[in-house]
Each structure stands twice: as structure tokens, then as C-alpha cells.
């Protein structure tokens, strides 16, 4: 099927209407939003003449499809008597009868036109009723664009990285507007009643079923428990029904599950397409209207012609509709994933009889919005596109709507056109690594990949072990080399990235960083928080043969990660003493609780080392800093300086099944252009962060044969930053820092330098991370002339040309990537204000040894917070941490007495909220200070073949290691 003539309508028209569309959710298929001449009851004909068969159903709204008889006639009869009477009408009443006699919550009802405004309605009467304020909404569910509820409607993986927080929805909300909302995750009843319980609370609003993302079932109890407890603590339970009602029963969902809220919410499917909305509750809320004080008022609530749609609606919906309407919508759902099962895709089809999802790439159903986040979206958009050639047009986003015009003839044509589009080659080439077929990294393919990249990598790059043997071999690359294979040493993402294959941590860490078994096959806290009790396992052995155990726990956390990781410093500075009562037991004694003690445990900042090879010598001198020792799943095998470094299987492995490959090559790429090449020609299958210059990633998003991860990242929690010597005149004065702030646009570093890959950063704490407090920023905007004023203010007064002073800036080893030309531009726009930037090139291991010893002006620089400001952040501005040697710490020479307490009080503070006091402090002092350089929050990305599966398991991504990945 071709829609050039919808794309040439809506390119024309975008001249009128922004962006030829009249709502952001209307962006339609990929390829571009789509134009429509008429509906047929399950049809829509397009501008170019395409029939299709439609499982948007408006959003969901058409639930007897398009153009029913009965609707049509009941809106003309209407029209016939009048259109609007900014009054009341008899249609109005009979509609409001009929809603209240079938919905369980409806002792009162009030009309709107829309769902996004009777929301606002219910939060009214909610804090109308109870004279409390908060309204609390749960992750991943959506109760319209209003700025007060747009919050965490669909938050990013790197957005979900820790607990729930409000990430706002769109460019533009004021922030302020989310003051009085608060968000937790669904379906776990603990969290909802611990969140209750601090009696804050005015209403809580969800999606019964949730179904704007996904079509996830509440769990066993959970709505009768929701209900119990907003008893107990005197708050409104409201369902938001806009699309459970009328679809999961006649009644809604509310019918469905036996549940009655205090406030009930409907639209969409209330007209079958007619602007209408209605709030129904219980009578003495919605008295409140009348008699209370509360106002609700639109010229448009219960416009007669809408009404008339409505009770025309309501009347076809007859259990004997419903009977064999739900039969269809069953056969469609479980065809497809019988279907889809025999194509050898693996999806999770959820849901219900009148609306089901589809998540590709899930092993289980999704429970909440955070499993959904697992599913492959990209993928799934693939094979919605070879729907749609097919004459079928489904929702991107997973979700299906059966209307009652979807008879049996239309189910059978619409599984027809799914088995044709998961048989096709083109649709394999468009969801290559979801079928289950074998495919091998080397042997011919490998060597017609080394001839395409030529120049670019030159013939020495690949050794001939690469095409030997049929070996299952990842192809990696790096920018530069590490200074060393020494984890703890060497502790940025490049010496992460490889080391974590080799060494490993006592735990792992899932979606949620909860913490998992790992080395530690078991653990256990005690009640005070000041001991843990770590149980290894008795079967994991060091590369060379030596046992590990308990020895290596108490080494590594009391002796060698403090003295050179920058994170561990800090994080084992709360150990008292560590004790081994046996070979395969570790137990560690605090000397007060430390709150994010688990966290540290991350192998990004505690991997595990061997004693009996580092013990009693020089740990920055030792020779095995260059052929690693550790535990994982490969082993190192050979690094070959200026081509690769090579590591081969652990063949004493202890995870059952792992590793998965036979070896992995980590190979030189210096140039943003050669890794380019590398990725697109499939001579290298993994490109980690920041080996794609953010120019090309669109490109690559785009490559059918490449998975683009945006959440293998999300443990780090990343800032990039510029760093000042504050020993050195004139970076110590808080007046210079700001007036650097100033002259740098980072809205244009975002947009125009890094592709809009991020946000700008106005202080130590990612806006999306826990305890990040927007209220308590100092912010610097764009403001030259203010930079000027303060330059003169500090008496640096331009001199000769104009130039104030000179420094330099050491530039991030990138191969003249995206951090380049940010430090370029920086230069230009420091220049403006009288300040004359040298840039000076490095490598990293020059970049290392100068920034650990001091000896530079300026740097450019990133940092994540690795779960908890106690972790990744404090280790940059406490004084303790000033380290000479040690990269990655207090390399300015900050120093705040006020700061170094209040990091130590919130890294052992009791609740939650009395962390947060500490932090919010600490955000205030730091920002008035301009005690660092933010740019902004960046979202580094992650490439790698399809034929590859399970290269990212966890949050910590790359930094765990790839031995769970294989060839699918």
C-alpha cells in the first residue's frame, strides 16, 4: 500500500496547523500520520483510497466502530432540534438515568467533554472533601495533559532508573504545577499503604486495569486493598475509567473486579466518538457542585447532539452485544499469539477480550509499567508497519481495540494479514533477532565484513583466531586504550566496560535495584543496619585456579577499593571491620548505618579483587594491572597494543550455561568515522557509549539490523560537567565559576552539539534520580552580559584584544566526537565574554594522570551518581576525597566543612525524608557555590547487532559483563 498522498496533505497543511496535526498523540505509523476521508463500521479509508481495517478505534472510542446506524440517527434527529442550548435538556437527564442506573459508583453524575477535564473535576472534589492537598497517581499511568497530572506517564528506562519520581511529560510544564502530586508504582500494595499512611493524601487516582500502557490486570486484592486503605486514611479513591469503561464490561472495570470507588471517571467509548466525559461518584461529593462551593462549569458540558450520541450508545451496549463481541475479541487475541508463537517470536499478548497488548521480546506479563519497559518497542513498531502494507492499522504502542464491527470475517483477515506479515522475509529483516534461528559471528561472513572495512581498520586489526573454527566471537570496540585492566585503579566506563567480564561483585542489581545474589549467594542485614552478613558460594574460582573467598570479600572492601576507587572511598569509609568466620562467610560491620551501603556493592564500584595476587605489593605497580585476574565469565587472553584486546572464555565458569560465547574482541576505533563503518558493516556487533559520535545515531536508530538500547546506562545516572583547579587563581572565586555558567549556552550544547540527547544539568543530582530538589537550584542561564559583569566585578578586565585570561581546557579523548565539539563551541562562547580557552588534546592515560595530579585549568569531564547521591556524587566536593593520584574524585580542591557534614548525615540517615532535608541543603549550598561546572544529563546509547540477545540484563548494563549473551 502507498499513503504519499496523506504525507503530501499533511506536509501542505502543516503551513496552518502545527505540524499538520491537531494532538501530539495522533503522529500515527511510522512513516508519518495519516489522512482520512470516511469510516466504514471496522474500516477507515485513507486519502490514497487504502482500506483498513482499524484497531485504533479513536483511541479506543469507537466501540461499535465507525458510523453505526443508530448513533447516526439519534446525532441527526438531535441536530434536527438543536445544537447547543446553554442550558439543560431532556436528552442530558435521560443520559444521566442511564449511567446511574448501570455504573456501581454512580449516586451523582456531572458531564464534560473531555477525560483530561473531569480529571481535573475529581481532584477538586478531592481536596474539596478532604481538605488535604496531595493527589497521588501511579508510573505509567496516564489521566491527561494538564501540567498537575502530565507526570510520569511514560518515563524512559534512565528515567525509571531508581524509584518512582515525577518526570514530567513535556517541554513547557511547569514545574510548580506537579507540587501537589505525588507518584509510587502500581500494583504493590505495601508501597500504596505505606504512602497513605503520612495522612497526606486527597485522593489517589488510577486506571482500574491499566490500559493506556499495556493491559495489565490489577493483582489478587489489590483495588479491594486500595480501597481498605484510602478508608483508613481518609482519602477518595477514584478510577479513572476513560478507557476500562465500557470495554472490560458494561458496567466498567468497576463491575468487573467488584470494586466501587468513591469517584468514577468516563469517556471515549461513554459516545462512541462524541465529545462527552462524566464524573460519577458518590452523592455527597458530587453535591459539592451544587451546594458546596465547588465550581465546574463549560459552555459545552452536555451539549445536546453529544448527549444524544451518548444515550443512542449506551442503548446498543446489550449483554447479548457484549456475549459474542467478547467471543471475537478472544479468537483475535489468542490467534495472534498463536501466531506469533509459531512464527518463533517471543511476545507476551495481555489483556482482555475488548482490548489486549502486545510487548514484544517480554519472558513474563507485564505487571507494571516497569516490565513493560522491557519489552523491544522498536521491534514491535517493525512489525506494525507490515500491518499496515497488509491493510491492518494497529496502535504502536501495543495496544489492540475490538469494536463490535469486527466480525468474524474481519478476525480472519486480520489474522491473515498478521501470519503473512511475521512469514515474509521483509518482515524478518525488519524483527531479525526475535526469531529463533541460528546465526554465527565468524567464519565467511567475517571475512567479507574485513575486506568492506579496508582502510577504515586496516588488515592488521583482525586476527586470524576471529575466523577460526566457527568461534562465537562479539566484536567490541574502544576509542582508546585504557590506561590499565586494573578495575579499581582504572575506574572509568572504558576500563568498566572490559573489566566487567572479568571481575565481579557480591550482587547484582534488577530494573528496580533491588539487590540480587551474585558471588554472594545469599545475605542478610540486622535490624540496626550495622551488619551484613554475606554467604559466598563455595564453587566460583579466580581465572587461575585459586579458590575465592571470604579472604578476597574482606581484602577488596577493607583494603584495596578504598585506597584507589573514588566511590568505594567514600562508601567504605562507614566499615568498622570486616570478619571471616569461614572460607565462604564475610561479615561486615558498620560503624553506623549507611543507607546505601547495598548500592555500593554495584560492580561499577566494588568489584571484587584477589588477595594472594595484590596483597603486600604496590597495587598501582602490580603487572597483573595489565592481564587481570578475576572470576567472571571470560578471562584475559591477550592485549595487543594499537589493535585489540582479546578475551576468551571461562571454561570454569560457575553460572550454569555461561558464558555464551566463545570470546570477545575489544578493538581499536579511533576515529568517529571508523566506528561508524565498523557498526553499519557489521565488522563490529557492539558500539558501548560515546563510540557514536550523537551526529549519526538517528542513522543507526534506523538500521533494521541493529538494536538501539537507551537504557543500558540507567545505573549511572550521568552529568557531564567541566571541572575547575580551584588551587589555581582565578577558578577558586565562586564569581568566576558563575560567570563561565553564564556565557555557555547549554540549551544549544543539548540541541545542536549533542542532538537533544539529554537535558541541561543545573546541579550535583540528575533530575531524574532520587533526591534531586528543582526548588533548591541556584540557576545560571544564558546571559553574557551577566558573565561580563562579573568578570568586572572580580576585576578581571579585558586586556589587550579584549582577552581577560587565558587557561586551558583538557579535552575529553573522543576522537574529535561530540565532547569536542561541545569544548569548541565552549571555547567560542567563552571567547565572547573575554575568557581565551587553549584546548588541549589527550589520551586517557594522560588524561588520567594529569587530572589526578592536579595539573590542569580546566577539564571536561561526565559522572553518575550510581543509585545514591552517597555513592556517585559526595565523592566529588567532600574534602576527604581530595586525593592526589586518585582520578575520578576531588580533583578541583573544593573544600565546605557545612558540605562535608550534611553528605555525612544523609548518607546515614534514618528516613527518607530526613535524607532528603540533608540533600536539599546540600543542592542549595553547592549551586550558590557553582561548586562545579554542570552541563547537562546526558543518555548515553548503546548499539549492537540483532543476531545478539541479552547484552543488557540490568541497570549497571555493560559494567556486568556480556556473559549472558549469545547468538539468537
Not at 187 to 202: Q, T
Not at 498 to 518: A, H, M, T, V, Y
Not at 721 to 729: G, P, T
Not at 871 to 899: A, C, D, L, M
Request: net charge neutral; hydrophobic share 45%.
Amino acid at each position: 500500500m502507498l499513503f504519499d498522498k496523506s504525507a503530501a496533505l499533511i506536509a501542505e497543511n502543516a503551513k496552518t496547523i502545527a505540524g499538520g496535526i491537531n494532538s501530539n498523540f495522533r503522529i500515527g505509523m511510522q512513516g508519518g500520520p495519516l489522512v482520512f476521508q470516511r469510516g466504514e463500521g471496522p474500516y477507515l479509508i485513507d486519502a490514497d483510497g487504502n482500506r483498513l481495517i482499524d484497531y485504533y478505534c479513536g483511541m479506543g472510542a469507537m466501540v461499535l466502530g465507525h458510523t453505526p446506524a443508530g448513533v447516526q440517527q439519534a446525532v441527526k434527529d438531535q441536530v434536527d432540534k438543536g445544537i447547543l442550548y446553554a442550558g439543560q435538556s431532556e436528552v442530558e437527564f435521560q443520559a444521566a438515568r442511564i449511567l446511574c442506573e448501570r455504573i456501581a459508583s454512580a449516586r451523582r453524575i456531572r458531564f464534560g467533554s473531555s477525560g483530561s477535564e473531569v480529571v481535573q473535576a475529581a481532584f477538586r472534589l478531592a481536596r474539596a472533601a478532604t481538605a488535604k492537598r496531595i493527589i497521588l497517581k501511579f508510573e505509567g499511568h496516564y489521566h491527561g495533559w494538564f501540567d498537575n497530572i502530565l507526570w510520569s506517564t511514560a518515563p524512559s528506562r534512565l528515567e525509571c532508573a531508581n524509584a518512582p519520581v515525577k518526570v514530567a511529560g513535556s517541554a513547557g510544564q511547569e514545574a510548580a504545577a506537579g507540587d501537589g502530586l505525588d507518584v509510587i508504582g502500581w500494583n504493590d500494595l505495601g508501597r500504596l499503604e505505606a504512602r497513605l499512611a503520612r495522612g497526606d493524601i486527597a485522593g489517589v487516582i488510577m486506571e482500574p486495569a491499566m490500559c493506556n500502557q499495556g493491559a495489565i490486570a490489577p493483582a489478587a486484592g489489590y483495588l479491594e486493598g486500595a480501597l481498605a486503605a484510602c478508608r483508613r486514611h481518609g482519602a477518595l479513591l477514584i478510577f479513572d475509567e476513560v478507557i476500562t469503561g465500557f470495554r472490560l464490561d458494561r458496567a466498567g472495570a468497576q463491575a468487573r473486579f467488584g470494586v466501587t470507588p468513591d469517584l468514577s471517571l468516563f469517556a471515549k467509548a461513554i459516545a462512541n466518538g462524541f465529545p462527552v466525559a462524566a464524573i460519577a461518584g458518590r452523592a455527597d461529593l458530587l453535591d459539592l457542585f451544587a451546594s458546596g462551593g465547588v465550581l465546574h462549569g463549560g459552555t459545552f458540558n452536555a451539549q445536546p447532539v453529544a448527549m444524544a450520541a451518548m444515550v443512542a450508545t449506551q442503548q446498543a451496549l446489550t449483554p447479548e452485544l457484549y456475549e459474542g463481541w467478547s467471543v471475537r475479541g478472544v479468537r483475535l487475541r489468542d490467534g495472534l499469539r498463536a501466531i506469533l508463537n509459531e512464527a518463533g517470536i517471543k511476545a507476551q499478548v495481555t489483556g482482555f477480550e475488548l482490548m489486549f497488548h502486545i510487548g514484544f521480546g517480554l519472558e513474563a506479563p507485564a505487571r507494571d509499567y516497569r516490565d513493560l519497559l522491557k519489552a523491544d518497542k522498536a521491534l514491535y513498531v517493525k512489525f506494525v508497519h507490515a500491518l499496515l502494507g497488509r491493510g491492518v492499522r494497529v496502535l504502536e504502542r501495543g495496544a489492540w481495540f475490538v469494536s463490535a464491527a469486527h466480525d468474524d470475517a474481519v478476525i480472519d483477515a486480520t489474522l491473515d494479514a498478521a501470519r503473512g506479515a511475521g512469514d515474509s522475509r521483509m518482515t524478518r529483516g525488519f524483527i531479525a533477532g526475535i526469531f529463533h534461528e541460528p546465526h554465527s559471528l565468524s567464519g565467511d561472513l567475517m571475512l567479507d565484513r574485513r575486506a568492506m572495512l579496508g582502510a577504515a581498520l586496516g588488515a592488521s586489526a583482525w586476527p586470524a583466531q576471529a575466523q577460526a573454527n566457527g568461534r562465537r566471537i562479539i566484536n567490541a570496540m574502544m576509542t582508546d586504550e585504557p590506561a590499565s585492566l586494573c578495575y579499581p585503579l582504572f575506574n572509568t566506563r572504558l576500563a568498566q566496560e572490559i573489566c566487567g567480564n572479568i571481575n565481579e561483585s557480591l550482587l547484582l542489581f534488577d530494573w528496580q535495584f533491588r539487590p540480587r545474589p551474585n558471588l554472594a549467594r545469599a545475605f542478610e542485614m540486622t535490624p540496626d543496619g550495622l551488619t551484613y552478613t554475606f554467604h559466598l558460594r563455595p564453587d566460583v574460582v579466580w581465572h587461575d585456579g585459586v579458590p575465592f573467598t571470604a579472604r578476597d570479600v574482606a581484602f577488596s572492601c577493607g583494603v584495596m577499593l578504598p585506597q584507589l576507587n573514588p566511590r568505594s572511598r567514600n562508601a567504605f569509609s562507614h566499615i568498622a571491620r570486616i570478619e571471616t568466620p569461614d572460607r565462604w562467610t564475610a561479615v561486615v560491620h558498620l560503624k553506623q548505618p549507611f543507607n546505601a551501603f547495598l548500592l555500593s556493592l554495584m560492580a561499577s564500584s566494588a568489584p571484587m579483587m584477589p588477595a594472594h595476587i595484590y596483597e603486600g605489593t604496590d597495587f598501582r605497580t602490580n603487572p597483573f594491572n595489565f592481564k587481570p585476574i578475576g572470576t567472571g565469565p571470560f578471562r584475559f587472553a591477550e592485549w595487543k597494543r594499537g589493535q585489540y584486546i582479546h578475551l576468551e572464555r571461562n571454561p570454569r565458569y560457575w553460572r550454569r550455561g555461561q558464558p555464551g560465547m566463545d570470546a570477545i574482541y575489544y578493538r581499536l576505533c579511533p576515529t568517529p568515522e571508523q566506528r561508524m563503518v565498523a557498526i553499519e558493516t557489521g565488522a563490529v556487533d557492539l558500539a558501548l557509549a560515546d563510540d557514536i559520535d550523537t551526529v549519526v545515531n538517528s542513522r543507526l536508530v534506523a538500521n533494521p539490523d541493529l538494536v538501539a538500547s537507551t537504557d543500558a546506562y540507567n545505573g549511572t545516572g550521568e552529568i557531564t560537567v567541566m571541572e575547575l583547579n580551584m588551587r589555581r587563581w582565578p577558578f577558586g572565586d565562586r564569581r568566576f565559576r558563575a560567570a563561565f555558567l553564564h556565557a555557555v549556552d547549554r540549551e544549544f550544547l543539548v540541541a545542536a552539539i549533542n542532538f537533544g540527547l539529554g537535558k541541561v544539568a543545573h546541579g550535583p543530582i540528575p533530575s531524574t534520580a532520587p533526591y534531586y530538589d528543582a526548588k533548591a537550584l541556584t540557576r545560571y542561564p544564558y546571559d553574557p552580559a551577566r558573565a561580563r559583569a562579573l568578570l568586572n566585578e572580580m576585576g578581571l578586565k579585558p586586556k589587550l584584544g579584549g582577552v581577560r585570561h587565558r587557561f586551558g581546557i583538557m579535552l575529553t579523548p573522543d576522537g574529535g566526537g561530540a565532547w569536542t565539539r561541545g569544548a569548541q563551541y565552549i571555547k567560542q562562547a567563552l571567547l565572547e565574554v573575554g575568557l581565551e580557552a587553549q584546548l588541549e588534546a589527550t589520551d586517557w592515560p594522560t588524561f588520567s594522570q594529569r587530572s589526578g595530579n592536579w595539573d590542569f585549568d580546566c577539564d571536561c569531564n561526565s559522572y553518575g551518581e550510581y543509585g545514591d547521591p552517597a555513592i556517585g556524587t559526595s565523592r566529588f566536593f567532600v574534602s576527604s576525597n581530595i586525593r592526589k593520584g586518585v582520578p575520578q574524585t576531588n580533583i578541583q580542591g573544593y573544600i565546605n566543612p557545612e558540605v562535608d557534614a550534611l553528605f555525612a548525615k544523609a548518607a546515614i540517615a534514618i528516613s527518607r525524608d530526613e535524607a532528603q532535608a540533608h540533600y536539599s541543603r546540600l543542592q542549595q549550598i553547592l549551586t550558590q557555590d557553582a561548586a562545579m561546572l554542570w552541563m547537562y544529563e546526558r543518555k548515553p546509547m548503546l548499539f549492537y547487532n540483532r543476531r545478539l540477545t541479552d547484552v543488557v540484563t540490568g541497570p549497571n548494563g555493560p559494567c556486568d559483563g556480556f556473559g549472558a549473551a549469545r547468538l539468537a
